[in-house]
């Protein structure tokens, strides 16, 4: 059985070393195989044992974008830490609730990625989590890395540019990968009275922006005054179960 190699990346402070050992713990109960777990990082403190340590990859950006989703093109880099094959990239925030092998089964060779959930219909992924075969999309990252000022004027973030770099990205299937409170939590005035239910076809769950994973486990929902009677959500009883 052939390896399965995942990556993530963690930078600065406001996820701490309990959010990859968790998303470490994560996919090793749901995937089958030899596992390559990688996370590319600046602080290695805390990490479990198992977890393949590497540097943030070099990257050219200025200043005011160096700690934002733009750098995780530098995964694209090729050579990059010996990495081969299909490559499965996930953000640290979001969790791990089924079987991952069908992302490594699904349309091997090509990039695949989930459909943005507020932009369906418009062929923008979102990135928390992807996969993409390593070397065969190098130039998206040197391209960036000549011309930061260019692509950022053209592009919002990360995901639209590598949407319009590759425009024939393969999505998901749409119960597999789901958003916590664009798809989980339901719609006012409902989301007062039942709690976040987990679909079973599910393997990911994200969390983009708030509320992180411990706040929508306790029922907390930071958000202006004005926004809370839509932005609220009861407690998620089964993130204790998976987020471990």
């Not at 979102?126 to 960036?144: C, W």
Request: hydrophobic content about 35%; some cysteine; proline content about 9%.
């Amino acid at each position: 059985m052939s390896q399965k190699t995942v990556i993530c990346m963690k930078w600065g402070t406001r996820y701490g070393p309990e959010y990859v050992n968790r998303l470490y713990g994560g996919v090793t109960r749901n995937i089958t195989g030899p596992l390559r777990f990688i996370c590319f990082t600046d602080d290695k403190t805390g990490l479990s044992q198992g977890i393949e340590i590497q540097p943030l990859p070099r990257i050219n950006l200025p200043e005011a974008y160096k700690w934002t989703p733009w750098r995780k093109l530098s995964c694209w880099q090729y050579p990059l830490a010996d990495l081969e094959g299909d490559i499965l990239f996930l953000d640290i925030d979001l969790i791990v609730v089924g079987s991952l092998d069908d992302l490594f089964a699904f349309a091997p060779g090509e990039y695949c990625v989930i459909e943005n959930w507020t932009q369906k219909g418009r062929g923008i992924g979102n990135t928390s989590a992807y996969r993409f075969p390593a070397g065969k999309y190098e130039q998206l990252f040197e391209i960036f890395d000549a011309n930061p000022d260019q692509v950022l004027g053209e592009c919002g973030i990360e995901q639209q540019y590598i949407s319009k770099y590759i425009p024939n990205q393969r999505f998901w299937p749409a119960d597999w990968c789901l958003s916590y409170k664009h798809d989980l939590v339901p719609k006012f005035p409902l989301n007062w009275l039942k709690p976040p239910a987990l679909p079973s076809d599910a393997r990911i769950i994200a969390f983009t922006g708030r509320p992180d994973p411990d706040e929508a486990r306790a029922g907390q929902w930071q958000a202006p005054w004005y926004k809370k009677f839509y932005k609220h959500a009861k407690p998620a009883s089964w993130i204790d179960e998976h987020w471990r």
